[in-house]
């Protein structure tokens, strides 16, 4: 594993990680139970980060190859 792709998945796991704390923490803080538009933001721009940062580079790479070969 080259360390871009050792950073990329540290940064997906960190980006995951806070996306889901703070939605939690959106239940917890008052009002009980009611999550703002902000925090439903934040999440979705976390699962997109993943799905980019996981998902696309490895769908391009295998692309890639099968291009070349």
């Known amino acids: 594993m080259t ?3 050792k950073l990329r998945y540290i940064t ?3 980006s995951f990680t806070i996306g889901w704390c703070i939605t939690i923490a959106g239940f917890i803080v008052p ?3 009611i999550v703002d538009n902000s925090v439903l ?5 976390a699962l997109a980060y993943c799905a980019v940062g ?3 580079k490895d769908y391009v ?9």
């Open 3 to 5: 360390p871009q792709e």
């Open 12 to 14: 997906v796991v960190v």
């Open 31 to 33: 009002p009980m139970g």
């Open 41 to 45: 933001f934040i999440l979705g721009q």
């Open 54 to 56: 996981v998902g696309l």
């Open 61 to 69: 790479d295998v692309s890639i190859k099968k291009m070349k070969s």
